[in-house]
């Protein structure tokens, strides 16, 4: 009932910023709960920064102070702003919904709808 479509995944040098968005349709009640996760190869996908009504805006530890969620409800979009990149950021960064939820939003298996994904590497 959901799709979401990420873009502005690039290279970029450390410190460098990148700013991803997520275009989402469907049912705005499976999409009340939206987050950002990434993954890199041979490691479980990492919840990065979610928003929902019940929980606000949360946040990884590794990402805080450097990553912004927002979003524009009026353009159904999701963004990730991502400031002070890290070689360790390096990772394809997925859009992900959910139906409300106030708690657990960075847990992968709360999220039925997930984008394609969009690389970002971070080189040194």
């Known amino acids: 009932q959901v799709q979401l479509v990420e873009s502005g995944g690039g290279s970029v040098q450390s410190g460098g910023s990148l700013t991803l968005s997520c275009a989402a349709s469907?049912?705005?009640?499976?999409?009340?709960?939206m987050a950002w996760f990434r993954q890199v190869p041979g490691k479980e996908r990492e919840g990065v920064a979610a928003?929902?009504?019940?929980?606000?805006?949360t946040y990884a530890d590794s990402v805080k102070g450097r990553f912004t969620i927002s979003r524009d409800n009026a353009k159904d979009k999701l963004y990730l702003n991502m400031n002070s990149l890290k070689p360790d950021d390096t990772a394809i960064y997925y859009c992900?919904?959910?139906?409300?939820?106030?708690?657990?939003?960075?847990?992968?298996?709360?999220?039925?709808?997930w984008g394609q994904g969009t690389q970002v590497t971070v080189s040194s």
């Open positions: 992900a919904a959910a139906p409300f939820m106030y708690t657990n939003v960075l847990a992968a298996d709360r999220y039925n709808y």
């Open positions: 469907g049912s705005t009640y499976f999409r009340n709960t």
């Open positions: 928003n929902s009504g019940g929980a606000g805006t």
